[in-house]
């Protein structure tokens, strides 16, 4: 591997050393932020786990029927809230229809799209865009709120998207959102990138531009579901090879100290391995695809996307006519 052209697709590799990349005029003009909590009980979609049914059914297989009459009594949903901020960028004008970039586990970026977005679109690198941030139901892994929407295989999470986060997205802020595919884009880390890749992988005719950090492309389904037995481990090993190719736009990164780097394939669940793997499925198929292995790197490191983000937002969005 060598030094790479921003823009060039294939597989490159940064660090152990990462720089903050603050590139762009100091002086641009600051977009506007806007903040909101959706309610889970607004939620037709989401409207909580039910985490008592899980105790349960172990307590049902124990003792027989003796707590069978309690499952409908004890499985109401979980109540959570999530906040969502919407950065609207000084350039925006009213009544256009603009693109967009959706971010999961919007806490951990609120502060610092803006910034960045701020500088990046006044020196052009990028398209004037808004950046919706939002967080997750909440927890984390197997049996959370958090991972049922971002590691479960299929569309549900984007039609959360569609049909309750977006239109409340248009009440709190007035802007209105492109609904051209190649207008929008979805990011995240860990499980919210895996979530990221999910959307466009299940809805290309909504999302068409991807943006990982350290995916979650390992096996973490839960509730299980036969279709994907080792969960997001199958996009690499059996969806993009036993699929034609979809209309996407992926740059991917992973930290060469990642989760579980020495752990072995038939676990399911090296972070590292599964990375490089979606990498050679994508470019095996013949995708727009750009793989960083971060030397040194760790877990969503933010050494590492305090130094790469800019680039990659202008080569995700380099083709971008709008």
């Avoid at 990028?126 to 909440?138: Q, W």
């Avoid at 239109?167 to 609904?179: A, D, N, S, W």
Wanted: hydrophobic share 35%; net charge negative; with cysteine.
């Amino acid at each position: 591997m060598t030094t790479p052209d921003p823009l060039a697709n294939g597989d490159f590799e940064i660090g152990p050393r990462f720089e903050p990349d603050l590139s762009g005029p100091a002086d641009a003009p600051c977009g506007k932020v806007y903040a909101f909590v959706m309610e889970s009980r607004d939620s037709k979609i989401y409207p909580g786990i039910r985490r008592i049914n899980n105790e349960i059914t172990k307590r049902r297989d124990a003792y027989g029927n003796r707590m069978a009459a309690l499952e409908h009594e004890q499985s109401e949903p979980a109540p959570y809230r999530r906040t969502v901020w919407v950065y609207v960028p000084a350039q925006y004008v009213a009544g256009t229809p603009a693109p967009f970039i959706l971010v999961q586990d919007g806490y951990f970026y609120q502060s610092r799209m803006p910034q960045v977005l701020d500088r990046m679109i006044a020196s052009g690198r990028v398209p004037p865009m808004i950046a919706i941030m939002l967080d997750s139901g909440g927890s984390d892994a197997q049996g959370s709120q958090r991972g049922l929407e971002y590691d479960t295989l299929s569309g549900r999470y984007s039609e959360f998207v569609e049909t309750e986060l977006l239109p409340r997205v248009g009440q709190e802020t007035g802007v209105t959102l492109t609904t051209d595919p190649n207008g929008r884009a979805v990011m995240g880390a860990s499980s919210g990138a895996a979530c990221a890749f999910t959307m466009a992988w299940f809805h290309p005719e909504r999302y068409r531009r991807v943006l990982s950090y350290s995916g979650t492309y390992v096996n973490q389904q839960s509730p299980p579901n036969p279709e994907s037995p080792r969960g997001a481990w199958e996009y690499h090993a059996t969806f993009i090879p036993q699929s034609e190719p979809k209309p996407l736009r992926i740059w991917l990164e992973v930290g060469e100290q990642d989760l579980h780097p020495d752990d072995p394939e038939e676990t399911w669940h090296n972070w590292p391995l599964a990375n490089q793997r979606m990498a050679a499925a994508l470019a095996a198929k013949g995708y727009n695809y750009r793989f960083t292995l971060s030397r040194g790197g760790r877990h969503a490191d933010p050494r590492v996307l305090d130094h790469t983000l800019p680039d990659a937002l202008t080569w995700l969005w380099q083709d971008y006519q709008p």
